[in-house]
C-alpha cells in the first residue's frame, strides 16, 4: 500500500511557474514508477509525466515538453513536477499516481490505468 499526499499547487499568471510534490508513505516507495496526472473541467483525466523507479527515465506529453520536468528523490519519498512557462490551458487538477507493475516504454507510463494508487489532487490555475 503506497499513501500519496501532493502538495504546491496555486494560481499564476502565464508564463510562471509552480513546483508540484507528491510525499509518498507506506512500503518500498523506490520501487514503483510514478506519474503527474491531470483533469479539467469536463475532460478526461490525461497524462502529464512519467518517471521510472530507478530516475532513469521520464517520459513528457508533447504538450508539456521543453516546460515541465518531473524528478524524484527516493530517499524523501518525494516526487516533483517542475512547471515553468505555464499556460492557461495547463489549468487543471493535478494527480500523482504510483505504479507497482513494470513499465517499459512511453505507452505504458502513459497509460493511467497501470497506476493503481492516486493521490486526492492539487489545483493549478493559470490565468491570462
Known amino acids: 500500500q503506497v499513501q500519496l499526499v501532493e502538495s504546491g499547487g496555486g494560481q499564476v499568471q502565464a508564463g510562471g511557474s509552480l513546483r508540484l510534490s507528491c510525499a509518498a508513505s507506506?512500503?518500498?516507495?523506490?520501487?514503483?514508477?510514478m506519474g503527474w496526472f491531470r483533469q479539467a473541467p469536463g475532460k478526461e483525466r490525461e497524462f502529464v509525466a512519467a518517471i521510472s523507479w530507478s530516475g532513469d527515465s521520464t517520459y513528457y506529453a508533447d504538450s508539456v515538453k521543453g516546460r515541465f520536468t518531473i524528478s524524484r528523490d527516493n530517499a524523501k519519498n518525494t516526487v516533483y513536477l517542475q512547471m515553468n512557462s505555464l499556460k492557461p490551458e495547463d489549468t487543471a487538477v493535478y494527480y500523482c499516481?504510483?505504479?507497482?507493475?513494470?513499465?517499459?516504454?512511453?505507452?505504458?507510463?502513459?497509460?493511467?490505468?497501470?497506476?493503481?494508487?492516486w493521490g486526492q489532487g492539487t489545483q493549478v490555475t493559470v490565468s491570462s
Open positions: 507506506g512500503r518500498a516507495f523506490s520501487s514503483y514508477a
Open positions: 499516481a504510483a505504479a507497482a507493475a513494470r513499465c517499459s516504454g512511453y505507452g505504458c507510463y502513459a497509460n493511467r490505468y497501470q497506476y493503481g494508487y
